[in-house]
């Protein structure tokens, strides 16, 4: 049975106060993160075990603004209520003071210092065009115009058979991920709508081709594509959580482009997903285990599936509620949710907050609710190329 959209929205406004709460400082979203390296593989289980320490790693991530700011204009669109806008603006004004003059913003996590990553980039790209298609502030499409040309002229793309994949930082031609391609379709998709000018779209065709190109036989995409033939792909790493949000990219892609070329993709992609939504409802770990259990990793599954079927791509509604089901089973009475992961190296939890991932989990269950109350119609099979 499907959960109704007014449960899934009370969920989603406890875990908005959460954030408020704990990680909104008025400006941007603040707070620990899961990280990279040794944070995501040691350091953060020191850190939530030991949480009572007052450990100094907060960070702003322009992709938890871009999440926030989304998040907040759904919420007001939902609700009405114009805290939420309020909340949208505040922290689009801070993503535009955040910005380098070339147009980009710096990577938040010392790890990767002096890294130029385009998924922040986008992100940042993302949550001023939403601004400004809402306010139609001028300053605010600048910004975004400002991140399209760094993008275009120093992020650039690897160009092969008239395939193109966008790079993974600025200036550096390393192994091509279709995650930072299918998020790039989307940001000049969006880009291209609210400005009207086709021109932005020029490097879609490339892209789409190189991800009909790459994606396996078994619907899955590629973590990362060598960029030279003695270079090493990596076929697979967190392969459902991954392929989750390429989805959702992707069906939206779709949405406001028609373009046929990318549905074969979505269909074979939605059917892999479909296959990491585990018994219980949680999202399998990678493609050989189906544990430690993450919370986002779920609601990315659910909400992938749940679009596609509403584009007519696939039919997975008993999938999608099983994984909302489980989702809310994991949320406290404060709105935050009992564990980030759980199972880690078999025995370990994660059971810091981390404003980024949860963010997240609030986009997948607004979108839920949107899909519920205002039904997107499909047509994917009749514009497929």
């Not at 959460?18 to 990280?35: E, F, I, Y």
């Not at 960070?59 to 309020?86: H, P």
Request: glycine fraction near 8%.
């Amino acid at each position: 049975m499907m959960i109704p959209a007014d449960t899934l929205f009370e969920a989603a406004k406890r875990l908005h106060g959460h954030l408020l709460k704990t990680s909104w400082d008025g400006r941007a979203l603040v707070g620990p993160d899961s990280g990279v390296r040794f944070n995501a593989r040691v350091g953060r289980f020191v850190k939530s075990y030991l949480r009572a320490f007052p450990w100094t790693d907060n960070r702003i991530y322009m992709q938890a603004q871009g999440y926030w700011i989304l998040d907040n204009w759904r919420m007001f669109e939902l609700s009405g209520d114009e805290r939420y806008q309020d909340i949208a603006l505040a922290c689009s004004h801070y993503v535009l003071t955040a910005q380098r003059p070339a147009g980009y913003w710096a990577y938040p996590d010392p790890e990767w210092r002096n890294r130029i990553a385009t998924v922040e980039g986008d992100f940042g790209c993302l949550g001023l065009l939403e601004s400004y298609r809402r306010t139609g502030q001028d300053a605010l499409l600048a910004g975004a115009q400002k991140w399209h040309r760094y993008l275009i002229d120093d992020v650039g793309f690897q160009a092969s058979d008239g395939m193109l994949a966008v790079n993974y930082f600025a200036n550096v031609h390393g192994s091509k991920v279709p995650n930072n391609t299918t998020l790039t379709l989307l940001t000049l998709a969006r880009l291209a709508g609210v400005t009207q000018d086709a021109q932005v779209l020029a490097p879609c065709a490339g892209m789409v081709a190189w991800l009909n190109e790459v994606q396996m036989e078994s619907g899955e995409l590629p973590y990362a594509v060598a960029a030279s033939p003695d270079g090493r792909d990596r076929a697979h790493f967190l392969c459902y959580q991954y392929n989750a949000f390429e989805l959702l990219d992707l069906v939206e892609y779709y949405q406001l482009t028609r373009d046929g070329a990318i549905v074969p993709v979505v269909e074979k992609l939605a059917a892999f997903v479909a296959s990491g939504v585990t018994e219980s409802g949680a999202a399998s770990y990678d493609c050989e285990h189906q544990t430690p259990e993450v919370t986002y990793y779920a609601a990315a599954l659910a909400a992938a599936l749940s679009q596609t079927t509403s584009l007519g791509a696939g039919d997975y509604r008993a999938l999608a509620d099983r994984g909302y089901r489980w989702i809310l089973g994991q949320q406290k009475p404060d709105g935050g949710f009992r564990f980030h992961s759980r199972a880690n190296y078999g025995f370990l939890s994660d059971r810091r907050a981390y404003p980024r991932n949860l963010a997240m989990i609030l986009a997948h269950l607004l979108l839920e609710v949107q899909a519920q109350r205002t039904p997107v119609t499909g047509g994917a099979q009749a514009d497929k190329g």
